[in-house]
């Protein structure tokens, strides 16, 4: 069975550093690209990041661009959004999900909370 | 970027009623477009990739077709279980931008 476990949200103020992981099992994580999706309170999703299987192509939401760093490390399947001077827009719950052939995702993680608030 | 337009934003329906969402991508996305179902306080669930692909698992009443910049998602006929926000998500090109969501309600 696919899991996917978010953790490392919480509390932070603005201009703060937070770094999530997540920890996947039940795949071959080194064979499978990774996304972190985010949702605001009460508003839809907004993808943020994008890491390929070897972590030689990524890619980033402009909103996010600059702040935050996505990575891999295929030897503890797990992976990591190291997020930087944080703003009250950072505000969401931060989903990790395994990419599909085609771009889909097609496995979600729980998700974790992010508040940056002072 | 690719903006995608989903309407409506909202729909109420009555269990056994046969459903389309529309989903407009800015520019041509091929059949890069996929569709997610979301229910309160869960994560996102995919339904559809490639446009018209069913996800394992999904029941069959599910379906979507579309291609280029023009797509929909149609539920034949509804279950108490499919009220819940329904996203599509294009992903021709990065960023993979979803849409803002259409809210499916009980009529």
């Known amino acids: 069975e696919v899991q996917l476990v978010e953790s490392g949200g919480g509390l932070v103020q603005p201009g703060g550093s937070l770094r999530l992981s997540c920890a996947a099992s039940?795949?071959?994580?080194?064979?499978?690209?990774m996304n972190w999706v985010r949702q605001a309170p009460g508003k839809g999703l907004e993808w943020v990041s994008y890491?390929?299987?070897?972590?030689?192509?990524?890619y980033y939401a402009d909103s996010v661009k600059g702040r935050f760093t996505i990575s891999r490390d295929n030897a503890k399947n797990s992976l990591y959004l190291q997020m930087n001077s944080l703003r009250a827009e950072d505000t969401a719950v931060y989903y990790c999900a395994r990419g599909g052939v085609l771009g889909d995702i097609d496995y979600w993680g729980q998700g974790t909370l992010v508040t940056v608030s002072s | 970027d690719i903006q995608m337009t989903q309407s409506p934003s909202s729909l109420s329906a009555s269990v056994g009623d046969r459903v389309t969402i529309t989903c407009r991508a800015s520019?041509?996305?091929?059949?890069?477009l996929n569709w997610y179902q979301q229910k309160p306080g869960k994560a996102p669930k995919l339904l559809i990739y490639?446009?018209?692909s069913l996800q394992s698992g999904v029941p069959s009443r599910f379906s979507g077709s579309g291609s280029g910049t023009d797509f929909t998602l149609t539920i034949s006929s509804l279950q108490p279980e499919d009220f819940a926000t329904y996203y599509c998500q294009q992903s021709y090109r990065p960023m993979y931008t979803f849409g803002q969501g259409t809210k499916l309600e009980i009529k």
């Open positions: 890491i390929s299987s070897s972590s030689s192509t990524i």
């Open positions: 520019q041509s996305i091929s059949s890069y």
């Open positions: 490639a446009a018209s």
């Open positions: 039940g795949f071959t994580f080194s064979s499978y690209s």
